[in-house]
Every structure is written in structure tokens, then in C-alpha cells.
């Protein structure tokens, strides 16, 4: 009984948070109406009802379509706000937010639109809410290094609003040696680097992502298990696990909750951490996903609570001097 409260009221960080997959179907169909934007569903409830994945692409189809609804830099702001307003019942007090721009500059809408309305709402957020938040562009794995690198350039003159990179979309078929010269150059700007890898992909994936895009967070990660070799190097380096329970299950990397592999990542030693990545698609937000999977899984503990929750902290890109306050 004390388990849940502690999850529900610990300051938390959230390190793995597409902010496109906090957009409620209730706001797609606001921002829909407010743009003239046709979508191809009649209804919240019936866009709900889409919501049956059966791996990453068909999530990933139904997300791009949501996404369509973006156009101005208020839309971007009120999308952020919201997650933000979210994040703070949860007692999140620091979030590094992903956002994917190749979807809207794709449509013509312009990189600056979409970083200057996310950007105010983190500042908004650590204004009135007290969250530190922090923003990392992430290229579309199925699309080309060409197509990547074109975007890290448009995005230079708001260098200053982005803490670090990413990759995500389609894993499978899409390695991360794919965008090895991208990833050197964001290196050379000073940029932080992460990568989904072992969601959908296998070990190799997670491996390349080290050692060719040398990044400082893995994203899922959870096929590690499979390399006994892997796990050691991860757990010797703490390199950190962001994995997202709830996502796992709704796009079928696990069959339900309880075979999750998280007790035995943690008991393996990594620095594994808990996150939503889609909260709006996947059926919860932080605390959610906390609760769920501690309820599933009763190997989880009072102990691995604050483990996970101080992995959270130290996997942040926050300087350890300014983690003043947090677990
Ligand atoms: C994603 Cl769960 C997941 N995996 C890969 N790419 C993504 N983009 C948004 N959610
Ligand atoms: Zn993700």
C-alpha cells in the first residue's frame, strides 16, 4: 500500500517522451478543427479505437497522422503545455523532451516554428510549474543521413534551445551506421547523443549505437539481454536504459506486464530507468506506467523503486551540481 504512494509522490525525471505521442486525440481534434486540417477519422472515440498496434510501423503510421495537425507555433506550445501540465501531477521535475521535425518540415511547416513553440513552453514549464525541460531533435531512421544532416543544419541557429540528438522511427532494416557522419557532427556541436536501439532490433543495434554513434543513453535497450557480453559492458559503463514498460507491451515487444524484462535488467545492474515515450498511445503517463508495472511484477520492490527513480536523475543530462533537491 505504501509502494503506489511513494511511486504516485517522488520526484521523478522523464527521459524518454516523444512530445508528437503526448498528443491526446481530444487535442488532435481541436487542433484539426482550429487548422482546417481533414483527418481520416470522424471521431475522437473512433481515432481511439485505432489504437490496436501490433509492432512499431503500425503505431508509427496512426502517429505521423496525428502528427498532421501541427502547423503553427501555437500548436507546438499548447501540445508541450499539456504533457507538461501532465507531467507535473506526476511530480515529474525534469523531462528531456524528443521531438521528431522531419514530420513537420516535411509538410512545409518550418524547423524554427517548431522549436520556438516547443521552447516557450519549456520555459513556461520551469516558470510556473518548476520543471527543468529540455528538448532533443531526433532524426527519422527510415528516412536518409542526407536528409538528417539537412535538418541538423536548419536547425543550428536554436542550437542553444537543444541539449542533444536522437534517433528514432523504424528500427529494423535501419542501423545506426546509417547516420554515422550526422552523429559525429552533432558530437563536434556539442550536442548529447542518444538512440532507440533493441526495441524491435537485436543486440548489434545497441552495440553500433555505442560504438559508432558513441551515445550517452540507449533507448529501450531491452534486447541487451539477449548478449551476456552486452549486458556486462552496460552495466561495467552505467550506460543508461530508458525503458518504457507500457510502450513494450502495446507494440508487442512483450506479451503483457509481467513478462517485461525489467526486474531482470535491474538485477542485471543496468542503469535502467522507467518512461512513457508515448503516453497519449500507449495508455499512460509516468505514473501510470510506474504503478502498472510494479503491480505486475512483484519481484519489484520498495528498493528497485528508488533505484529506478535515482537512475532516472543520473541518467539526466542535467550537471550532476545542479541536481540539488532531487532524489
Ligand atoms: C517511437 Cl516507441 C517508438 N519507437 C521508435 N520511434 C518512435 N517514435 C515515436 N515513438
Ligand atoms: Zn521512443
Redesign the pocket.
Known sequence: AALPALLRTAPKAEL?I?IEGSLEPELIFQLAQRNGVALAYPSVQALREAYAFTDLQSFLDIYYAGASVLLHELDFFDMAWAYFERAAADNIVHAEL?FDPQTHTARGVDIGTVIRGLHHACQRAHQELGISASLILCFLRHLSQDEALATLEAALPYRQHIVGVGL?SSERGHPPEKFTEVFARARALGLRCVA?AGEEGPPAYIEGALDVLQVQRI?HGVRCLESPALVQRLAASRMPLTV?PLSNVKLCVFKTLADHNLPALLQAGLCATVNS?DPAYFGGYLNTNLLATFEALPQLGVREAYQLLRNGFEASFVPAEQRDGWI
Do not use: N
Open positions: 524518454h516523444h524528443f528514432d532507440h533507448d518504457c515515450d
